[in-house]
T-cell receptor, first 112, second 115 residues
Framework: GENVEQHPSTLSVQEGDSAVIKCTYS??????FPWYKQELGKRPQLIID?????GEKKDQRIAVTLNKTAKHFSLHITETQPEDSAVYFC???????????FGPGTRLSVLP | EPEVTQTPSHQVTQMGQEVILRCVPI?????FYWYRQILGQKVEFLVS????????KSEIFDDQFSVERPDGSNFTLKIRSTKLEDSAMYFC?????????????FGPGTRLTVL
């Protein structure tokens, strides 16, 4: 089955700096890759996603890149703010209706 | 904006007791999921449900677990005889069928504590 790895497990950056979180997946048939942000005690919320026919997607300060050949995808957050502090989970899915396989998460701390 | 809701927010039970966790998916969604998250760990898939039947389940979802959609709005997860290791946050999620994206919308979770 699909296996998703995520690095780093913790990441501390200064406010205003960029943060990059990387994930790899094992099943080349996976075609949908969402990123969820989970603040302490709250539900995971989708922040950005990318489909396998797209190499890069950007939404304001966040962007995701996908390398299908290498089977890895990355989340990039620019101009980080304290409210970006949370646990970020990547996931991979075989697509329509399929469950998500989540990575172990990255705890991002943005220091003021 | 419509949201997935879950009740209760926190459930405490004795080992061996049955618990039912309830979810109300977004009204026009037809795919439903249960995930669990043990404290400090990643979110793990339990089961997906579509057209009134289980479409996929993980190895975690053994005979102690069952799901049901008893009416047009609720989606429940039952654990027949709880074990200490069932203590976790349980998230319900739903997604629409008519969509070019596969986003799943998560509920706020039910924290289950088994004593």
């Amino acid at each position: 089955g699909e296996n998703v790895e995520q690095h780093p497990s913790t990441l501390s950056v200064q406010e205003g700096d960029s943060a990059v979180i990387k994930c790899t997946y094992s099943d080349s048939a996976s075609n949908y890759f969402p990123w969820y942000k989970q603040e302490l005690g709250k539900r995971p919320q989708l922040i950005i996603d990318i489909r396998s026919n797209v190499g890069e997607k950007k939404d304001q300060r966040i962007a995701v890149t996908l390398n299908k050949t290498a089977k890895h995808f990355s989340l990039h957050i620019t101009e980080t703010q304290p409210e970006d502090s949370a646990v970020y989970f990547c996931a991979a899915s075989l697509g329509y209706g399929q469950n998500f396989v989540f990575g172990p998460g990255t705890r991002l701390s943005v220091l003021p | 904006e419509p949201e997935v809701t879950q009740t209760p927010s926190h459930q405490v039970t004795q080992m061996g007791q049955e618990v039912i966790l309830r979810c109300v998916p977004i009204s026009n969604h037809l795919y439903f999921y249960w995930y669990r998250q043990i404290l400090g760990q990643k979110v793990e898939f339990l089961v997906s449900f579509y057209n009134n039947e289980i479409s996929e389940k993980s190895e975690i979802f053994d005979d102690q677990f069952s799901v049901e959609r008893p009416d047009g709005s609720n989606f429940t997860l039952k654990i027949r005889s709880t074990k200490l290791e069932d203590s976790a946050m349980y998230f319900c999620a739903s997604r629409p069928t008519i969509s070019s994206y596969n986003e799943q919308f998560f509920g706020p979770g039910t924290r289950l504590t088994v004593l």
